[in-house]
């Protein structure tokens, strides 16, 4: 079995639980607790949301990490614009940390009902995104938000974006269940029906198109936990979530547990 990699957004989705907020040297003592602890991957912020999240990179870049990688968080680029034009991107690049994580939509209602977008146009969105900062000599994790509520409804659209994920290049792809009503055997079965496509996809076959896979999940259901351990069982290689499961609503997988 591969090593799997424990990846903190403590300083990011955990932040958005109720009555948590860091400065940002508050942040810059707990990356390095989490450092100190062995957490592979740490998820600083999001720098093109906030001024704070921005001066913690800063602060950041003089900190020598024993064993962590930093990583700064955001989305796609905007429809109907070069990934170069894209303001989220080009902060995402300022903040000059080794790893960039950013988020894209699975959920086909969410593309055309929420963002008014094409489904063509959310494609290619993640494509040039991830092709974009990987040409930035970037390791590219793209959380795929929303993915196994949008498994659920369109199985093949779903699908879509993760192979536009692995042909652009991504280095870690990971499943989210951001919405955290999904159960345990639905994790189960939708990883392993997406395995089973992706060994059969004649498109993602090369050698270099061979990302590892991990999973983001939240605990409305008080599954998060269980949910993370049953991702690991089925062969993702990454588990992401927080210190005491902190997080938004009912909170994230719970890293202590």
């Not at 930035?136 to 929303?146: M, P």
């Not at 999904?182 to 498109?203: C, G, H, M, N, Y």
Request: net charge negative.
């Amino acid at each position: 079995m591969e090593p799997i990699s424990l990846y903190d957004t403590t300083l990011r989705d955990g932040t958005q639980g109720e009555n948590i907020s860091f400065s940002a040297d508050e942040k810059v003592k707990i990356a390095e607790r989490l450092d100190n602890m062995g957490i592979h991957y740490i998820e600083g912020g999001w720098p093109g949301s906030n001024p704070k999240d921005i001066q913690f990179f800063d602060m950041a870049r003089r900190v020598k990490f024993k064993k962590a990688r930093l990583a700064a968080f955001g989305a796609t680029r905007k429809p109907g614009i070069s990934p170069d034009d894209d303001a989220n991107l080009k902060a995402l690049l300022e903040t000059r940390t080794p790893v960039v994580t950013i988020f894209g939509k699975s959920w086909d209602l969410h593309v055309e009902k929420v963002m008014e977008n094409t489904l063509t146009e959310n494609l290619a969105m993640i494509f040039e995104s991830i092709e974009y900062l990987k040409g930035n000599h970037k390791e590219v994790i793209y959380d795929a938000e929303h993915f196994f509520d949008g498994f659920k409804e369109n199985d093949a659209y779903a699908f879509r974006t993760i192979s536009a994920a692995i042909q652009a290049g991504a280095d870690i792809i990971v499943f989210c269940d951001t919405n955290g009503g999904t159960l345990p055997f639905e994790v189960q079965s939708a990883i392993e029906e997406i395995f089973k496509r992706i060994k059969t996809d004649p498109a993602l076959s090369a050698e270099n198109l061979k990302p590892r896979f991990g999973i983001h999940t939240h605990n409305d259901c008080g599954l998060a936990v269980a949910n993370s351990i049953t991702a690991v069982r089925s062969g993702l290689t990454m588990v992401q979530g927080t210190i005491n499961g902190y997080g938004e609503r009912c909170g994230n997988a719970d890293l202590t547990s």
